[in-house]
């Protein structure tokens, strides 16, 4: 991956709306030069997929909550069911797991509190949790999609 790539990929994470041309242009390639590159990057994996951002708040998604799970249970089988809990709920937009004294943390969108209660009661229903502690955000300062390219 060179500079020219690298540009590009800076351009479309800004605005994946663009047309060739006009990314061509931006990043001062001929459009089938521009074409071709954003070809590759898209065949290698590096572009994964092209997407809309959508604003939670407008949607009466108010609630973004992170929540920190410990297990005692650190088998195949209870990372299996982990998982298919976390991969099957909507509201569940991040998982990760961590080292140190936290297993898990989730970050879930919800619209208010009686909708996280509900993923709570739905959480430590199906699968067996020995912790779980969450903090709602009070205010988002910094959101970003766009990863650091040099």
């Given at each position: 991956?060179?500079?020219?790539?690298?540009?590009?990929?800076?351009?479309?994470?800004?605005?994946?709306?663009?047309?060739?041309?006009?990314?061509?242009?931006?990043?001062?390639?001929?459009?089938?030069?521009c074409w071709r590159r954003v070809q590759s990057l898209e065949e290698s994996g590096v572009i994964?997929?092209?997407?809309?951002?959508?604003?939670?708040?407008?949607?009466g998604l108010d609630l973004t909550v992170y929540s920190a799970i410990r297990t005692h249970e650190?088998?195949?089988?209870?990372?299996?069911?982990?998982?298919?809990?976390?991969?099957?709920?909507?509201?569940?937009?991040?998982?990760?797991?961590?080292?140190?004294?936290?297993?898990?943390?989730?970050?879930?969108?919800?619209?208010?509190?009686?909708?996280?209660?509900?993923?709570?009661?739905?959480?430590?229903?199906?699968?067996?949790?020995?912790?779980?502690?969450?903090?709602?955000?009070?205010?988002?300062?910094?959101?970003?999609?766009?990863?650091?390219?040099k």
């Open positions: 991956m060179d500079s020219k790539d690298r540009n590009i990929l800076k351009a479309i994470q800004n605005d994946a709306n663009l047309t060739v041309s006009e990314l061509a242009k931006k990043v001062n390639l001929s459009t089938s030069s994964k997929a092209k997407v809309t951002l959508l604003d939670q708040k407008k949607l650190h088998t195949s089988r209870w990372f299996n069911e982990f998982n298919k809990m976390v991969s099957e709920n909507p509201n569940i937009m991040e998982v990760h797991r961590l080292s140190g004294d936290i297993d898990y943390l989730i970050r879930a969108i919800v619209p208010d509190m009686q909708s996280y209660d509900d993923l709570y009661k739905e959480m430590i229903t199906k699968v067996d949790l020995y912790d779980v502690s969450s903090s709602f955000s009070m205010e988002t300062i910094k959101y970003t999609t766009s990863l650091p390219l």
